[in-house]
T-cell receptor
């Protein structure tokens, strides 16, 4: 069964460094998402992406964050200058379509980011 | 602003027991509600999706109901097994959103053999 994959599974970085988290969505999916989950907290929406542009973003997704689909398979989340509070599990998700409530989002296993 | 709440935060039951997990949301303007399972340190697995026009969905031993007008959903697990131990998350997609899911904090279920 097709799955969303994410790399790396764990990343440790120093505060102020740039990190890029990578995702390979399910191949025929058109809609892509990033979420994060700070330890012990709720899963929070960051951004949705369709047709090579951001379709929605949350207040968390400020100028330090960017997303890109550099080729036909990868979907990346970049954090330009990491802060301690960016430490979290980051989940990528994809969906085949976005209808009136019909769609399911498929989540990857996550990248655990630790900022020191 | 849409808020999703799940109670209880944790639940421990003996194997074989039937159980109900609760989810409530503050704004009934939703496209759908999804129940997910999260194993420790792992991703989210979608269990059931209920469209706003539906009342319930079933998959195997799982049954999810939705009462949109009262802002409530329940996940019923029949004949629980130790393998059901996980955190169960409820998420709604608000009407007008571009796919944004709003999650509850989850119920951590432990099924004792």
């Amino acid at each position: 069964e097709p799955e969303v994959t994410q790399t790396p599974s764990h990343q440790v970085t120093q505060m102020g460094q740039e990190v890029i988290l990578r995702c390979v969505p399910i191949s025929n999916h058109l809609y892509f998402y990033w979420y994060r989950q700070i330890l012990g907290q709720k899963v929070e929406f960051l951004v949705s992406f369709y047709n090579n542009e951001i379709s929605e973003k949350s207040e968390i997704f400020d100028d330090q964050f960017s997303v890109e689909r550099p080729d036909g398979s990868n979907f990346t989340l970049k954090i330009r200058s990491t802060k301690l509070e960016d430490s979290a599990m980051y989940f990528c998700a994809s969906g085949p379509f976005r209808g009136e409530g019909l769609e399911t989002q498929y989540f990857g296993p996550g990248t655990r980011l630790l900022v020191l | 602003k849409q808020e999703v709440t799940q109670i209880p935060a944790a639940l421990s039951v003996p194997e074989g027991e039937n159980l109900v997990l609760n989810c409530s949301f503050t704004d009934s303007a939703i496209y759908n509600l999804q129940w997910f399972r999260q194993d420790p340190g792992k991703g989210l697995t979608s269990l059931l999706l209920i469209q706003s026009s539906q009342r319930e969905q079933t998959s195997g031993r799982l049954n999810a109901s939705l009462d949109k007008s009262s802002g409530r959903s329940t996940l019923y697990i029949a004949a629980s097994q130790p393998g059901d131990s996980a955190t169960y998350l409820c998420a709604v997609r608000p009407r007008g959103s571009q796919g944004n899911l709003i999650f509850g904090k989850g119920t951590k279920l432990s099924v004792k053999p």
